[in-house]
């Protein structure tokens, strides 16, 4: 089997492969770092590279096959690992200068279970300072490209680098995290599928009490993420808001899928959003496909959600503030380095208000949001809409996002293409994306799937049987 062949394989069919002795986890390990150091020069995702352990881990997975050992469903598949979830023994930066050093002692529990699984890490990918940014801009490593016009365009974030890593054929599986479109929006920016699970499901590495932010998979194919999501759900008891195990398998609902019949909702800008035009004439298209080769009823849909440029800064306004405060492991406070401006402009709006203010947005508005959202959901079994107003946009620099669309100036760069992940983060929904189409660029399209509370299942199904009634999951970025 040559290494353009493994490399490209789907995790599923790896690790299927690895337990018929038809591949070998050495060989699944050397082909992914071959083609990581072909691509890594493109795109810069990653922070830490880890070859020496992950082919000496390989070596193991095979001795442990020769054995006759019980193996897990992803026994010597390699995988990358976003720089906020804390990996024992490898640096863990945050992608903050403060913390270039650090090594963390104990795995973050979803880490623990993936690799528990047998997944063989090969390195730890690119992420802006906390992920507080919608791109990857790394202090420790720089910025990361998107595959599609490296090394122009940005990634996304702010799990950039995983999006483009296994865009690249970097791993079959990435993780990632996302707390308003983290994983989504560079799934979109990078071509591939990206997962925000019902919050809780998984548990976490943030606090206790987040009802918004999950981790998740970042994979090239809807099965992959689904199978991720098996190996990783359930509770702990560490975090008193984990979802109990309900006993199904997340994969087996992307094995044979159909929307035929189903009630499809389809909102194309949420009531507020500016859309590219051509996004807008991708996602139409997309939309159509379910209708005429899905067989699902689909019905676009007027919604008024609460604007999610507003709430976010009002939301997470006091607890940028507050970091802003936090000191760091070099001494001083974190407001004391050089803090991207807009981390800081959302640190300003935390300090203007009041314990009132924060209780309006957090109890009123957010209520808002879920009942615009349960509105058309109470009767349709899904909602689609654009993952992102826009495609991937040049690196920005300062401004931290996209100024413009469709020539016209955005209020808040940082945020504004972030507008259709923000509010169903919010809403508690679980959502997916998927790669619907392609720009006159040559840059993929997000079309984002949304179902009820707790309807995880369901929505992988639907973006299963997407992918296949179409093609643009098999498509390669060039410099792959």
């Known amino acids: 089997m040559s290494s353009e062949e493994i490399v490209w394989m789907p995790g599923h069919r790896m690790a299927e492969a690895i337990r018929a002795k038809e591949l070998s986890p050495t060989e699944a390990v050397t082909a992914v770092l071959g083609q990581l150091e072909k691509v890594e020069p493109h795109i810069n995702a990653f922070v830490t590279v880890v070859a020496e352990q992950a082919l000496e881990q390989a070596k193991e997975a095979e001795r442990q096959i020769a054995r006759g050992d019980e193996t897990g469903p992803l026994h010597g598949v390699p995988i990358t690992v976003k720089d906020l979830t804390s990996t024992a023994g490898v640096r863990t930066t945050f992608g903050a200068e403060a913390f270039k050093d650090y090594v963390p002692e104990h795995d973050d529990v979803s880490w623990a279970r993936l690799k528990a699984a047998g997944a063989i890490l ?43 890593s296994v865009a690249c054929g970097v791993a079959p599986f990435a993780w990632g995290s996302d707390g308003g479109g983290s994983i989504r929006v560079p799934a979109a920016c990078c071509g591939v599928v990206g997962l925000k699970s019902t919050p809780n499901r998984i548990p976490g590495s943030e606090s206790l009490w987040d009802t918004t932010s999950v981790v998740g998979p970042l994979t090239r194919n809807v099965r992959d993420s689904a199978l991720l999501l098996d190996v990783t759900a359930g509770p702990d008891p560490r975090f008193p808001l984990g979802l109990p195990y309900a006993g199904e398998s997340f994969e ?192 993929p399209v997000g079309l984002q799937i949304m179902g009820p509370l707790r309807a995880d299942a369901a929505v992988l199904a639907a973006a299963a049987a997407f992918e296949n009634i179409t093609a643009w999951s098999a498509r390669r970025p060039p410099i792959a």
């Open 122 to 164: 090969v390195g730890k990918t690119t992420t802006p300072p906390f992920g507080l940014l919608g791109i990857t801009d790394s202090d420790v490593s720089g910025r990361t490209s998107t595959p599609w016009a490296a090394p122009t365009h940005t990634s996304g974030g702010s799990s950039g680098g995983a999006a483009a």
């Open 252 to 443: 087996a609902a992307t094995l044979n899928p159909t929307v035929a019949g189903l009630r499809i909702a389809y909102s194309p800008d949420f009531g507020s959003a500016e859309i590219d035009h051509e996004v807008r004439a991708v996602v139409d298209e997309a939309v159509r496909t379910l209708e005429s080769a899905g067989g699902a009823h689909v019905e676009q849909v007027e919604m008024s959600v609460p604007d999610p440029i507003d709430y976010f800064g009002k939301i997470y306004g006091p607890a940028f503030a507050a970091m802003m405060a936090m000191p760091t492991p070099t001494g001083g406070t974190f407001g004391d380095l050089p803090v991207h401006p807009a981390i800081r402009s959302i640190a300003a709006v935390g300090r203007t208000m009041s314990a009132m203010d924060y209780f309006h947005v957090e109890q009123v508005v957010r209520t808002q949001i879920l009942q615009a959202f349960l509105g058309v959901l109470g009767d349709h079994d899904l909602l689609v809409s654009p993952t992102m107003p826009v495609p991937a946009f040049p690196h920005p620099g300062v401004e931290a996002g996209n100024t413009h669309v469709n020539g016209k100036p955005v209020a808040n760069p940082m945020l504004d293409f972030h507008r259709m992940t923000e509010s169903p983060t919010h809403a508690m929904l679980p959502a997916i994306t998927v790669n619907c189409g392609f720009t006159e660029a040559g840059l």
